[in-house]
């Protein structure tokens, strides 16, 4: 593209030698090559060639204040010269957990992590653990991170999704044992009918129904009240449990996306923002399912530990995050993006393109059809769609510098005000007056 | 055990209300309480209630340089104000995968993540992409982290081990379905007849066999080199893959553990101390097989990403901390830890208990038993057993303030000094004393 090399294309060259493709995460693969941050403060991030841009994707969702929260520094500072991690306890993970409890009406005793992968994991080995049941239900499409029951499906497509009456079990990795597959029930999300007679046929090998409440790969779209009330009730008939991955979603509401719903679940996996910035994971629910993590009293049924689980210095920096997102930073954080929801609507009136807007709280994405999607089957983008989402998401961080998720997605920090949120409507209605040919000549595709 | 009520207690008897069985995780588990860490550096860590401890734990074995090093905090805080986190690449990656990859010779490609459980399952994961075939084959005894088919017979016992020529796959955790214990293949550690005999009658399923070369559940004794030669020869014949944990014995070598060995593992995974005090995986191998990860022609046959994997910060850290960790630091920190096995050994002879000592590098173990075990059905240890080292262990906590693996085991850091050294082996022998007659009345039962 350019003629002088820049520091991240060298950068990337050497990257290429030591690690496979030259990346360590596929989310920050760019094409033709990712850029390499010097340093980033509040919304902006600046990258090894000088480029500053609004960062709308707080690292895949995880940065509630943005990055490098003047308090959040200072906290962590302060815990870093009296060490990292020890093999005894902290009184942080205490506070940091009686927070929790008193923040969400179903976390009744919480158990922290390194990841949203393993909280997942732990959720559905311990739900296998209190219920005997050895399979799980998902919903296609939906991502709950890289543990292989929890992938199936994550990916499917039109060649193997199957009949919508009873989807496939499809492999996300190569090589995925048949084992693991045929332990791994799939529904249709947001579809009562199907989903309550797929888990009918299930009904007694069903350790629990894993829901996130708004998925992200599936469209993120919300989980309609009835819907969640219906999975609620076949659970408390069937000795299965209702789970919720909220890795993503805790952002939504003071006391998470599942505040949105008369019925709590039984467990939640957490992740992301409750990090402040560090890695984690969690894992909460009710007191009577946790308690066979308890190992007072000999191996627990569900024996777990982790080397850097509940470390002080993440549970000292996701209480700082945590404690500043209070009710009111909550509430001004999604009328903030409800407002740039209007403004880019506006964009889309106004360029006249057949483009649509789902998400919740402080979440939006961007989809290039007219109406919005439902399911994910209704969101599955085809090879061409992909690649004007491509030319899209191009078009914003190389002509706009404004930094969104790959999916078009946008992650809203608290470090956000209205002066970002113009740019980001105006630069959207830049992108769409310019691709607006290729938005409209996908649209009969897309009908299909 | 004390009528005023210590801090560590109060924050316990809190702890117990929002955290399963009070604590967060099952290593720092002490009957009656935990006690909670006020502060800690270099060796010595401090608690609430004012009492300092030498660390010999190190958090499990992760902090290669003890607490809060001083050009570790350093490193850390620059970067901090830079942000912790980014949905962007950073150079410190490539600077850390290249350090890595110069230091030993197997490593052609490095992937990072958050934790070694999570560096052990993308290994499993990526053996069965690259393979084809669903099963793996694991030592009896040995612990390689939470994924369910890394932890199968962890904790087997002799009422669930049954017969050696052909271990049953026991479940750790309870309700592990019978399909992930049907795919995974359990093998006598450090017996190579028996280890090849049950290989082959798996040959065409196997994708491949995990190693830990001083497997510290086992009884922290070395694979013996014509045992790893044996498995490995058997690997390249049955299209198999020779995998290592290294998420320990890392430290034991400049290049791991594996450069006690003629043959090379295709991919090892790592964690602990490459993360310098923070949380970290990592799987590194032969580009071939790590190629299957690279996102840049389409979906790979293995997509892997994770929120916090590569995150500047541990990259930061553990860069750092590896550096430090150069020739001259592992020579001499192994060094000490062999002057450290000499002056237990003449504690022993003094205090004529019947005691052995394991290990490898900076790594010791004490067994209550006169001749050191070989295998994990040798380590075994009784109830009987464990209620005579849980003394010991509390003996060496409460009367010597020193703090150890919860095995007895020491996992040094190079901030200990023969000072340090000096007054555990002068505390192990005023131990043994006092315990003499309860070590020697196990015995009998040991011998059976």
Redesign the interface.
């Known amino acids: 593209m350019q003629t002088v090399e820049s520091k991240?294309e060298k950068?990337?060259q050497?990257?290429c030698?030591?690690?496979?493709?030259?990346?360590?995460?596929?989310?920050?693969?760019r094409?033709p090559h990712?850029?390499?941050?010097?340093?980033?403060?509040g919304c902006y991030?600046t990258?090894?060639d000088g480029i500053t841009r609004i960062?709308f994707?707080?690292?895949?969702a995880?940065?509630i204040h943005g990055?490098?929260h003047p308090a959040i520094?200072e906290a962590?500072?302060e815990q870093?010269?009296?060490?990292?991690?020890?093999?005894?306890?902290?009184?942080i993970?205490?506070q940091f957990?009686?927070l929790?409890?008193n923040r969400v009406k179903s976390f009744e005793?919480?158990?922290?992590?390194?990841?949203?992968?393993?909280a997942v994991?732990?959720m559905i080995?311990l739900s296998?653990?209190?219920?005997?049941?050895?399979?799980i239900a998902k919903a296609e499409g939906a991502y709950h991170g890289?543990?292989?029951f929890a992938e199936v499906s994550q990916?499917a497509s039109p060649e193997n999704w199957g009949d919508i009456d009873s989807p496939n079990s499809v492999a996300?990795?190569?090589?995925?044992?048949?084992?693991?597959l045929?332990?791994v029930v799939i529904f249709p999300y947001n579809d009562i009918e199907r989903t309550l007679s797929i888990l009918n046929r299930n009904a007694d090998k069903l350790?629990c129904v894993i829901i996130d409440p708004v998925p992200h790969r599936v469209g993120l779209v919300k989980g309609e009240q009835e819907y969640i009330e219906a999975i609620y009730d076949w659970t408390r008939k069937n000795n299965s449990l209702l789970v919720f991955d909220e890795v993503v979603t805790f952002r939504v509401g003071y006391g998470g996306a599942q505040e949105m719903y008369p019925v709590s679940p039984d467990l939640t996996a957490l992740?992301?923002i409750i990090?402040g910035?560090?890695?984690?994971g969690a894992l909460a629910g009710r007191?009577d399912i946790?308690?066979?993590?308890?190992?007072?009293f000999g191996?627990?049924?569900?024996?777990?530990?982790?080397?850097?689980?509940?470390?002080?210095?993440?549970m000292t920096?996701g209480y700082t995050a945590m404690k500043l997102f209070d009710k009111e930073a909550v509430t001004n954080l999604n009328s903030l993006t409800q407002k740039a929801i209007q403004q880019i609507q506006e964009a889309i009136k106004i360029a006249d393109v057949p483009v649509s807007i789902t998400g919740a709280g402080s979440m939006l994405r961007i989809h290039l059809k007219a109406n919005p999607p439902k399911t994910y089957r209704e969101a599955y983008q085809s090879k061409e769609t992909q690649k004007v989402l491509k030319n899209l998401l191009d078009y914003l961080y190389y002509k706009e510098h404004l930094?969104l998720?790959n999916t078009c997605t946008c992650m809203f920090s608290t470090a956000i005000t209205q002066k970002e949120v113009d740019i980001l409507s105006d630069a959207f209605l830049r992108a769409f007056k310019e691709l607006r040919e290729q938005i409209i000549s996908i649209q009969k595709e897309v009908a299909v």
């Open positions: 991240s950068i990337f050497r990257a030698e030591v690690l496979p493709g030259g990346i360590s995460r596929n989310t920050v693969f094409d990712p850029d390499y941050v010097q340093s980033a403060s991030i990258d090894v960062d994707a707080n690292n895949m995880s940065l990055h490098a520094v962590v500072i870093l010269k009296k060490g990292t991690a020890y093999t005894m306890a902290t009184e993970e205490t957990a009686e929790l409890c005793r919480v158990r922290f992590m390194n990841s949203g992968t393993e994991m732990a080995k296998r653990a209190f219920t005997g049941k050895p399979k890289t543990y292989d990916t996300n990795t190569k090589g995925t044992p048949k084992s693991v045929d332990e350790a992740g992301k990090g910035g560090f890695p984690v007191a946790m308690e066979m993590m308890n190992p007072r191996k627990p049924a569900f024996p777990h530990s982790g080397t850097f689980s509940a470390n002080p210095i993440t920096a930094l998720v």
